[in-house]
C-alpha cells in the first residue's frame, strides 16, 4: 500500500496537477513524462531518493531486457509489447521488494529498494522505447520537480490553516484478501488481464482494477461508487468533452483520469458529508479510488460498456480467486 509523506487531500491534488502538467508539458515539448501518474507518484515520493533511483533503474534495465534481448527473439509491437514491458518491469520490482523485505530492516535506506508504484518500471520503460531513455527520465525529472514544488506550498498552506490535521487513512476491515498480498493480487491482474484479452479480445479496465476491485469487493456500495463514477466520466468525455476537442491517445487518457479524479473526489465528498463521515468509499486507499473508474471508463470508449464490464469483472473474478489461494497457502506456510 502506498504511503505518503503528504495528506490524502494533497496527495490527490499533486496526481490532478501532474496529470495537467504532463499534457501541458507534451503539448509543448512533445516529450512524454512515462505516464500521466508517474510525475505525481515521484513528486509525493521525494523523500524516498533511494525509492525513485530504484524505480528508475528498474525501467531502464527493463527497457534493456525488453528491447535488447526479448525484442531479438520475438516480434512485439503495440499493446503486447507494452504488456512484456509491464509484465517484466513487475517481475524485477517483485525481487527488489523482496530485498527491501529482507534487508529493510539493516538500514532504513535500504526500504526504498522496493521502489514507487507497481507498473511505473514498465511505463517508463514504454516511453524509453518511444523516446530514448535520456529524454525520458528528463521530462520526467522537470515535471516532477515541478510537481516537488507545488506539493511543498500546499503542505506548508494546509500547515498554517486550523483544524487540518487528520488521522491516517486505515484500510476497510472487510476485505477481499489479505492487505499484505496487494503486490501478488497486481501481478495477478496484468496476467490474468492479458490472458483475457488474448483469448477473448476485451480490455479489463486497466491493468490495476481487477486487482482492486477484488480487494474491494465484499463491500457492495464500493462497487456501487465505482460503476457510478466510471459511467459518468465516460458520459462527460465521451458525450460532452470529445464532440468539441480533439481527445485521443494520451491526451484522451488523461482527460478520462482528470474528469475521473474530479467527480470520484467530489461524490465521496458529498457522500461523506450526507452520512456524517460513516461512509468513506474505497476506505484508506487514495489514488486507487480516483484511478481504477477512469481507468474503466477509458475501456468502455473503445469497446463498449458489455465487453468491458465482461473483461473487468472476469478478471476481478480470477484475481480474487487466485490471490486467496496464495493467501492461504502462506497463511498455511506461517508466511502471513
Known amino acids: 500500500m502506498a504511503e505518503y509523506a503528504v495528506s490524502p487531500e494533497i496527495a490527490r491534488v499533486v496526481l490532478v ?37 530504484v524505480t528508475i533503474f528498474v525501467g531502464y534495465l527493463t527497457y534493456l531486457i525488453v528491447h535488447y534481448v526479448v525484442g531479438r ?36 535506506w535500504l526500504a526504498g529498494l522496493a521502489g514507487i508504484g507497481f507498473l511505473i518500471p514498465g511505463i517508463l520503460a514504454h516511453d524509453m522505447g518511444r523516446q530514448k531513455p535520456g529524454r525520458t527520465i528528463f ?44 503486490i501478488i493480487a497486481v501481478g495477478l491482474s496484468v496476467v490474468i488481464g492479458t490472458f483475457v484479452f488474448s483469448r477473448l479480445g476485451i480490455r479489463s479496465g486497466g491493468f490495476i482494477s481487477g486487482a482492486y476491485l477484488a ?55 458529498v457522500l461523506s458529508v450526507l452520512t456524517h463521515q460513516q461512509y468513506q468509499p474505497w476506505r ?16 468502455a470508449q473503445r469497446q463498449g460498456w458489455e465487453r468491458t464490464v465482461w473483461g473487468t469483472g472476469l478478471t476481478a473474478v480470477g484475481v480474487l480467486a487466485a490471490t486467496n489461494a496464495v493467501a492461504a497457502a502462506a497463511l498455511a506456510g506461517g508466511l502471513l
Open 17 to 53: 496537477a501532474g496529470v495537467i502538467l504532463s499534457m501541458l508539458f507534451y503539448e509543448r515539448a512533445q516529450l512524454t513524462t512515462g505516464g500521466a501518474i508517474v510525475p505525481a507518484y515521484f513528486a509525493l515520493s521525494a523523500n524516498r531518493p533511494v525509492a525513485i533511483a
Open 73 to 108: 527473439r520475438k516480434i512485439l509491437y503495440g499493446r503486447k509489447k507494452f504488456e512484456v514491458e509491464v509484465l517484466v518491469g513487475l517481475g524485477l520490482i517483485l525481487v527488489t521488494t523482496a530485498l527491501a523485505r529482507a534487508f529493510g530492516h539493516l538500514d532504513p
Open 215 to 269: 480487494l474491494v469487493s465484499p463491500r457492495w456500495p464500493d462497487m456501487f461508487f465505482t460503476a457510478t463514477v466510471a459511467i459518468a466520466t465516460w458520459f462527460v468525455v465521451t458525450r460532452l468533452l470529445m464532440p468539441r476537442l480533439l481527445l485521443f491517445g494520451r491526451r484522451k487518457l488523461s482527460t478520462m483520469i482528470l474528469v475521473g479524479a474530479l467527480i470520484g473526489w467530489s461524490l465521496e465528498i
Open 139 to 182: 521530462a520526467v525529472a522537470v515535471t516532477a520537480a515541478a510537481l516537488v514544488v507545488v506539493t511543498q506550498l500546499l503542505t506548508r498552506l494546509l500547515d498554517v490553516v486550523p483544524g487540518q490535521t487528520e488521522p491516517e487513512p486505515v484500510l476497510a476491515s472487510v476485505l477481499g484478501y489479505p492487505r499484505e498480498v496487494l
Open 284 to 299: 484508506g486507499l487514495t489514488v486507487a479510488t480516483l484511478m481504477v473508474p477512469a481507468l474503466i471508463a477509458n475501456d
